[in-house]
């Protein structure tokens, strides 16, 4: 059989699903979008509704829009997901309240919420619509995913500052039916989850009620205080750089590290970016997890169920539990130990007493250097430990007798790696990932980010030995490609021809690319002599936006499918 995304198993008020494959989640800033997403293979899409959703610039859904939206999403397999996660104030509790009992009657499948007290009412009003924690809620431990779980909530969308490291952690400590959401495509905010007084400060738009100006991407200088008029760049020198400007975020290439962590949905931003933007990420991630389903042996090439799909993450009480333990880290492991590793004795500016404070601090530059970890033994206590004097140092470069216990574990958590054993030596050690090759993706594939408008990319804070940075030489997006039509109709007749509505020129000669929905895109040389207006007259070329004409094409094209073509020069120029 052909794999559903998710079955459905009734268990009394609330509907759970037993995931059969990661899911990929588009974004959608209205009904059009809404649909382009599932057209080209979103499992679900999230969008916000007339009020409280965090993004006011696109036109959003009415009520109507849902309950049409999510019926045409249901026909074909996906969900829908609605976003009333801002950060209400009093005066708009009872409107959220009142908001909310309309939502529960539209069909929709989650609501994505922030604030507890919008959560509890949500559950209270809407039992039956599952719960969703956003990112703005910085979710940054188990224990909070844990206590969310039990208030109700099936998701967490995880703080994006979070490592590879820290989803594994999380996911080896929740419910196995939990979701953990994590972003992987789009644009990074230079504020903590999200979180942002920024804009409002500048502008008087609320960054934490979906009407961020963004005042982040824009260009500033110095002014000293007895020179004024005097301006001097913010530039990036060896010293430092400006803190706004933050890359976008592309993950594609690494998909399989992501889902072998746990995480169960794949969220792509851009609820304010074109359909074609939302088509054609949508598109590729959808064909990257394809890929992983089969070379990870979940799915055959048809997409028939070979075995269950699950995460590689190794939980407490799986039978290799206690090997791994005292298995060597991975690289994920072991970077992320080392991006933490502070410098002992150095810690917060801090002082740190006990004579041992220079013997700690060469046990720990040795452990890093040779990328060694002292994981814990099966009894608990700390494997390969040099020697009590060892580890009494290291106690004393972590604060000695200035410190109380407690102290000591909170700060040294923050200060370094979690599984060295002069930091946490009462139990705590990372979740292992059980070994498998790595995923490869065509390279076709791999450009298909270049092919929308974007900012420089990074992979965020998930690899923190490559940590996103920001873009010091210019704010605006960079386009390389531009669409030229989208098409309306295709017929076999004459050999193949496509009805189009016209973007941008369109001339005999130029190479093209029909983006289609779980496909290669269709690269095509236009031929000469085969345009047509609407009243079906020749003409020499499309050079007429917003206006229908029809051209040769071999290959069907569906309905909408998008028309690319490489611009003559790269514009800074979002979709």
């Not at 009333?84 to 009657?105: C, F, S």
């Not at 040779?370 to 290291?394: F, H, M, Q, S, Y």
């Not at 189009?500 to 369109?506: E, F, G, V, W």
Request: hydrophobic share 35%.
């Amino acid at each position: 059989m052909k794999t559903d995304t998710n079955a459905t198993v009734g268990t009394g008020l609330r509907t759970l699903r037993t995931r059969r494959k990661p899911e990929v989640l588009a974004p959608a800033g209205n009904l059009r979008g809404l649909k382009t997403a599932v057209d080209f293979g979103a499992d679900a899409v999230y969008c916000g509704g007339k009020a409280f959703g965090m993004r006011s610039a696109p036109k959003n859904l009415s009520l109507e829009d849902f309950e049409e939206g999510a019926r045409y999403a249901h026909e074909r397999g996906a969900r829908v997901y609605v976003t009333l996660n801002v950060l209400p104030r009093n005066a708009e509790v009872e409107a959220m309240r009142e908001y909310i009992g309309q939502l529960k009657d539209t069909g929709i499948d989650a609501m994505i919420v922030t604030d507890i007290g919008v959560m509890m009412m949500a559950h209270q009003i809407a039992p039956d619509v599952e719960l969703h924690v956003s990112t703005q809620a910085g979710v940054t431990n188990y224990g909070a995913a844990q206590a969310l779980y039990e208030f109700g909530a099936r998701r967490v969308v995880l703080a994006r500052e979070m490592d590879l490291q820290a989803v594994r952690d999380i996911r080896a400590r929740i419910p196995d039916d939990m979701d953990i959401e994590c972003f992987v495509h789009g644009a990074m905010c230079m504020a903590f989850s999200g979180r942002c007084l920024f804009s409002n400060y500048l502008t008087g738009r609320d960054g934490n009620h979906g009407e961020c100006a963004q005042p982040c991407r824009w260009k500033y200088s110095i002014v000293e205080e007895k020179r004024p008029g005097q301006y001097f760049p913010i530039e990036q020198t060896e010293e430092g750089a400006y803190l706004f400007n933050s890359q976008d975020m592309c993950m594609l290439d690494h998909i399989d590290d992501l889902i072998d962590s746990g995480a169960t949905s794949l969220k792509i931003e851009g609820r304010s970016k074109s359909a074609y933007y939302i088509a054609a990420m949508t598109n590729a991630y959808k064909i990257a997890v394809n890929e992983y389903m089969v070379q990870r042996g979940f799915e055959s090439a048809g997409g028939d169920v070979l075995k269950p799909f699950h995460d590689r993450v190794i939980r407490e009480g799986d039978p290799d539990y206690a090997e791994s333990i005292d298995a060597a880290p991975d690289a994920i492991e072991r970077d992320a130990d080392r991006a933490f590793a502070g410098v002992p004795g150095g810690d917060m500016g801090l002082e740190f007493g006990g004579d041992g404070a220079a013997e700690a601090a060469t046990v720990a530059a040795d452990a890093a250097d040779t990328g060694k970890i002292a994981p814990l033994g099966r009894d608990g206590k700390a494997a390969n430990v040099r020697d009590d004097k060892t580890e009494d140092a290291a106690a004393r470069a972590a604060g000695g007798s200035q410190l109380d216990d407690l102290s000591y574990r909170a700060r040294s958590a923050r200060r370094k790696s979690n599984t060295a054993e002069e930091v946490l030596p009462e139990g705590w050690h990372h979740a292992k990932v059980r070994p498998a090759e790595p995923v490869a993706l065509p390279e076709w594939l791999l450009e298909e980010p270049d092919k929308v408008a974007h900012r420089d990319y990074s992979t965020g804070f998930y690899y923190p030995e490559h940590k996103v940075t920001q873009n010091t030489n210019r704010s605006a997006y960079f386009r390389a490609w531009m669409v030229v039509g989208e098409a309306l109709d295709w017929t076999p007749d004459e050999g193949g021809r496509v009805t189009l509505m016209s973007r941008n020129k369109i001339e005999a000669g130029q190479e093209i690319e029909f983006l289609l929905p779980g496909e290669r895109p269709f690269a095509y040389t236009v031929p000469a002599g085969g345009f047509r207006d609407a009243d079906g007259h020749w003409v020499e070329a499309i050079n007429n936006p917003a206006h229908v004409f029809s051209m040769p094409c071999p290959h069907p094209v569906p309905h909408n499918a998008a028309i690319r073509s490489r611009t003559k020069k790269p514009t800074l120029k979002a979709e």
